[in-house]
């Protein structure tokens, strides 16, 4: 991505047996999902459901040893140098299209923020850019990438039960 560019959209980020690996472990009862009561701590959410989340790399470390399984085509695709987090998302569906604060993942220079989307469904993930809003459409297999230092927000799914994004924070090329 040149200097330019302030985020990008790839569909189709993975082969399309490797996603459906990747999808069906994160779908299935075998992941440790822990309950996060607050989704942004910028701002005021308006999602008072809570989110569930599951780390796969945290603290300069792996956190789970579906990491080595599942992740390393991520880090060799995305170019990724170091890692800072990457955490699975899981949302319940909400009958009003409720939304987080704005906020940054982590306020380094010259990281990355990537969200991969595992679900397609109503939500939204909307950039703020030179105070443009950006709306990007949740389709699975579409990984979004752009600076960690821009704001975010997402806008929760109203019609599918499950929405399921893999957050990833990194240094890359």
């Known amino acids: 991505m040149n200097s ?3 985020y990008k959209v790839i569909d189709n ?15 299935s009862e075998q992941v440790p999902w822990y309950f996060r009561a607050i989704d942004s701590s910028y701002g005021i959410t308006k999602n008072k459901n809570g989110f569930f989340s599951f780390c796969f790399y945290n603290d300069f470390a792996p956190n789970h040893d579906t990491f080595y399984t599942y992740i390393q ?5 995305l170019k990724a140098r170091s890692l ?3 955490r ?3 949302t319940c569906r909400d009958i009003d299209n409720n939304e987080s604060s704005y906020h940054v993942d982590y306020n380094y220079n010259n990281s990355m923020t990537g969200i991969y989307f595992l ?12 105070n443009k809003e950006i709306t990007i459409d949740n389709i699975e297999n579409r990984m ?12 929760y799914q ?16």
């Open 73 to 77: 085509p991520f880090i060799k695709k």
């Open 119 to 130: 679900t397609t469904c109503d939500a939204k993930t909307v950039l703020k850019i030179n």
């Open 84 to 86: 800072i987090q990457i």
């Open 4 to 6: 330019k560019i302030k």
């Open 144 to 155: 979004l990438l752009f600076p960690t230092n821009i704001l975010h927000k997402v806008i």
């Open 158 to 173: 109203t019609d599918i039960y499950k929405r399921y994004v893999v957050n990833f924070n990194f240094f890359g090329e």
């Open 13 to 27: 980020f993975l082969e399309k047996d490797v996603y459906n690996d990747f999808s069906n472990f994160l779908k």
């Open 88 to 90: 699975a998302n899981l």
